[in-house]
């Protein structure tokens, strides 16, 4: 059944709770109205923010730092002094690393964020190293209010503002146009239309960003550099959180009082849009709640391809 904006819950239509599962906190919060549609104005926006530079499928031709003002290319020499760079950090601490970026490559430093507990505790450490950076948030039309609230907590708690990168189109022309929620069909394109095409506009112009990446969080993140070049979005990549762990990740949230999304508390150890995430059962996949039901466990802003 298509999303009634603004009154109706999103669910995620391949997942069916076994009789066990009757968390009460997650029945709640699965059927609170949570999404919204984009203003004219916003809408406005990503139609400028997209250029007349871009692809048949909307990207940028020339994208990431290539399209920076100095540009910055992958040269072998550059790719080399990356990596030497990133084994000289490889000790570092994550505040350490921060440091370095911003000294390396600010103001052409950005950092994109879906409020996770390592996105939240990067914002959490440049609010003290810079907290002038600049940090966005892909506004796919579908995330938890949660998730969004979060935002409001990061502005009261630091005086940082994050930036909603939007889509072209809103929830509803977008499932207009696709005949439906097209998460519930085709996934990869919706995330494609929704995260990634923004994703590459947005990270268009910057030299470098910070990314919120583990590596035990999944086989594809287990080989992330601290720092590297980015190939997808041709930037550079950093990974202040690569050598930590969760435990590590919710000690600091829990000795410095970090705003983290409450959907945690509830079953969500990772949450991306609602229509796409469950709670996870004991025992499950700390990401087996995402895409639920599909061969699909990463929006591709992380992976190579
Ligand atoms: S996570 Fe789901 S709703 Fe969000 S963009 Fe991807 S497929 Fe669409």
């Known amino acids: 059944m298509p999303i009634r904006l603004n009154e109706t819950a999103v669910v995620n239509p391949t997942y069916v709770p076994a009789e066990s599962e009757s968390n009460p906190v997650s029945s709640e919060s699965a059927s609170k109205p949570s999404l919204r549609?984009?203003?004219?104005?916003?809408?406005?926006?990503?139609?400028?923010?997209?250029?007349?530079?871009?692809?048949?499928q909307g990207i940028p031709t020339k994208r990431g730092?290539?399209?920076a003002d100095p540009p910055l290319a992958p040269t072998e020499e550059?790719?080399?002094?990356?990596?030497?760079?990133s084994d000289s950090l490889e000790s570092a601490t994550p505040q350490e690393v921060l440091k370095w970026a911003v000294d390396r490559f600010a103001p052409k430093f950005t950092m994109a964020?879906?409020?996770g507990p390592e996105g939240m505790t990067i914002i959490h450490m440049l609010a003290t190293i810079a907290p002038e950076t600049p940090i966005f948030n892909l506004e796919t039309g579908y995330q938890f209010q949660e998730t969004l609230d979060l935002r409001e907590k990061v502005k009261e708690r630091y005086g940082m503002e994050v930036q909603y990168k939007y889509p072209d189109t809103t929830v509803e022309e977008f499932e207009t146009l696709h005949g439906g929620p097209l998460y519930?069909?085709?996934?990869?394109?919706?995330c494609f239309e929704r995260k990634l095409r923004v994703l590459h506009r947005a990270a268009s112009g910057w030299h470098a960003w910070a990314s919120a990446i583990r590596r035990d969080q999944s086989e594809d993140r287990a080989k992330a550099p601290i720092v590297g070049w980015d190939k997808k979005f041709q930037l550079v990549k950093i990974s202040p959180l690569a050598n930590w762990t969760k435990?590590?990740?919710w000690s600091l949230i829990s000795k410095e009082s970090i705003p983290y999304n409450p959907l945690h508390d509830q079953g969500y150890p990772s949450i991306?849009?609602?229509a796409c995430t469950r709670p996870v059962q004991i025992g499950e996949d700390e990401r087996a709640g995402r895409w639920s039901g599909f061969q699909k466990t990463e929006c591709g802003l992380h992976t190579s391809d």
């Open 65 to 67: 730092a290539l399209a």
């Open 184 to 190: 519930k069909t085709d996934p990869n394109r919706c």
């Open 37 to 56: 549609v984009l203003t004219p104005a916003e809408i406005a926006h990503n139609a400028a923010a997209a250029g007349p530079d871009v692809d048949a």
């Open 272 to 274: 991306g849009c609602q």
């Open 113 to 115: 964020t879906a409020f």
């Open 78 to 85: 550059f790719l080399a002094e990356l990596k030497r760079d």
């Open 247 to 249: 435990k590590d990740v």
